[in-house]
């Protein structure tokens, strides 16, 4: 997966399943305070990201640091580079 | 009518939260569909001889038990534990290959017991002893009066019991000996967690113990504690929907008939798929509502219960757990024929003055997936068939009275998959948390934290923990210590 696929994936599956505005998935937005993801939500947002993306991200100890979209893109992109290697 | 909590589900979860919060202080109505609380657990009673649909035998019964202690904290009175054979309370019997071992209760015992039946294998055995050690000291749920932790996350991690055998590098045949009270849970080995099967395992392995009277005494006790308690029960009424103020705040629960109970807090002790139908389009978002909808169920069943003539011989104290196989994990799928699956066989600990006994066959088994097919004689012929070969010494005194199939299981547990233990605890689908994102909103029950009636305690104390607060519940929970 390109980088970009990556991204467009993760912003697809977030404004599927927690019904956000595709407008509102900028990097720079964070989880709690622009998106209104709030630690409830967790459990699912791994969920449904470990399902399109076929891996496990739960174990990841870096999960714990995402604040931002932008982040999560990041983790990911790590995440498939570290698979690759 | 106006109350502090609105309790749906009148299941041991939900009537132990009514109880909970009853004891801190709060005006609790508490609502189940059938027309009695504790439907699962309750029972009935054939030919003057008691039969149980859920509670059969448990751990942590015994003086200082776990379950003992929680049951002091909900102010249930009148019980009486009766222990089974401390020598080997189930006969675990392996078909193919033949392996027979009484497993006994108490660690000592046990490593005794499985060391002299696997003496190469004596370090597994031990590692697989204190890793149940490990999991049950790392529990605030197994040690109350601890803090109960401020919120719950996402705690799925660690190995499965399979993943764990594997890697102690047990064999084949220990690895199953080990992994068959997955029954006792329902989820699989190869998808508990080692920490959630060891939390529900280390009660039994300390004590088994039955209660006199059955579930029946279990109902009768929390029906004593509620009515002692002024409790509003609301039995034989279904609820439909809960009620939102216009600002979208939890305002109450309808029930069939339109009446509406009125609280600013409602908990839903019932399966989680049956919440999703009462709560409003657009409340749950969809990944959420999807996770529901798809949780795994653990096995339903298929039981014989009949009336035993004379001395219970080899089930004497003991149940018997027959696997065909050692494939442990083929008891948990519906594809495994039915002649390949567990089967359970328990007798009553308590005779009549003329000598009999209740009896049960029970089977894991699973609905139909045609709507409208049952095949309950083919179920019961075929459990009869499957006892008779395994207990040729008891069979000719066994006159079998009723049967249950999974569609049973479906009405006491209102749910149509009617799964025992009601949803897996899966690693990889994780179970709920009792807090909801529609504020006031609360889950409880064996579906949320822990299965079994254990599970379901427990699951009120912190559901109960979440709306009142930690601090009154571990003062409640004190005297437990």
Redesign the interface.
């Known amino acids: 997966m390109t980088d970009k696929e990556i991204v467009d994936l993760v912003n697809k599956t977030l404004a599927?399943?927690?019904?956000l505005d595709p407008a509102s998935l900028r990097p720079e937005a964070g989880f709690a305070e622009d998106l209104g993801l709030?630690?409830?939500?967790?459990?699912?947002?791994?969920?449904?990201l470990e399902q399109a993306f076929r891996m496990k991200i739960?174990?990841n100890e870096a999960i714990r640091g995402i604040r931002t979209l932008g982040d999560l893109h990041a983790f990911l992109i790590e995440a498939r580079d570290a698979r690759g290697a | 009518m106006s109350f502090d909590v609105v309790v749906v589900g009148g299941g041991v979860s939900g009537a132990g939260l009514a109880l909970v919060l009853g004891r801190l202080g709060r005006r609790v109505a508490l609502v189940e569909a059938a027309g009695a609380l504790l439907p699962l657990v309750r029972g009935f009673v054939r030919e003057g001889l008691h039969f149980d649909t859920g509670f059969h035998y448990t751990g942590g019964l015994g003086p200082g038990g776990i379950l003992a202690r929680y049951f002091d904290c909900l102010g249930l009175s009148g019980l009486s534990p009766l222990p089974l054979d401390p020598e080997g309370f189930d006969r675990l019997r392996f078909l193919d290959p033949a392996f027979e071992l009484c497993l006994p209760c108490g660690q000592a015992r046990i490593r005794e017991r499985l060391g002299a039946a696997f003496p190469a294998e004596r370090g597994a055995i031990e590692a697989y002893l204190a890793a149940i050690d490990r999991a049950v000291a790392a529990s605030p749920f197994l040690n109350p009066g601890r803090p109960l932790p401020q919120t719950l996350t996402f705690e799925a991690s660690g190995p499965t019991l399979a993943g764990f055998l594997d890697g102690l590098g047990a064999g084949p045949l220990l690895a199953a000996v080990l992994s068959l009270h997955c029954l006792l849970h329902g989820t699989p080995p190869g998808e508990i967690l080692l920490s959630d099967h060891a939390r529900v395992v280390a009660g039994y392995l300390e004590s088994a113990h039955g209660l006199a009277g059955g579930g029946a005494a279990l109902a009768r006790s929390f029906e004593q504690a509620l009515a002692a308690q002024g409790t509003s029960l609301h039995l034989g009424r279904e609820a439909r929907a809960i009620v939102l103020s216009p600002a979208g705040a939890v305002a109450g629960v309808r029930l069939a008939g339109g009446e509406v109970l009125s609280a600013p807090a409602v908990a839903a002790a019932i399966h989680p798929r049956r919440l999703l139908g009462l709560v409003p389009e657009g409340v749950f978002r969809p990944a959420y509502r999807r996770r529901l909808h798809g949780l795994p169920s653990t096995p339903s069943a298929s039981v014989l219960f009949g009336v035993l003539s004379g001395d219970p011989g080899p089930l004497a104290g003991k149940n018997l757990l027959l696997s065909p196989g050692i494939d442990v994990e083929a008891h948990f799928s519906p594809r495994t024929p039915p002649e390949r699956r567990a089967l359970y066989v328990t007798c009553g600990l308590e005779a009549s003055a003329d000598g009999r006994r209740a009896i049960e066959v029970i089977a894991p088994d699973y609905p139909s997936p045609a709507p409208g097919e049952d095949d309950k004689a083919g179920r019961l012929a075929r459990l009869e068939a499957r006892f008779a070969a395994a207990c040729p010494e008891l069979a000719p005194r066994v006159r079998f009275v009723d049967g249950a199939t999974p569609r049973t299981f479906a009405r006491l547990l209102n749910d149509p998959d009617g799964g025992l233990y009601g949803v897996r605890h899966a690693a990889e689908a994780p179970v709920p948390l009792p807090l909801t994102r529609l504020p006031g909103l609360f889950l409880s029950g064996q579906n949320v934290l822990a299965p079994g009636v254990l599970g379901a305690v427990v699951s009120a104390f912190v559901t109960a923990s979440l709306m009142c607060g930690p601090e009154p519940v571990r003062r409640l929970l004190e005297k437990a210590q």
């Open positions: 599927e399943e927690f019904e709030d630690s409830l939500d967790t459990v699912d947002m791994i969920i449904v739960r174990d």
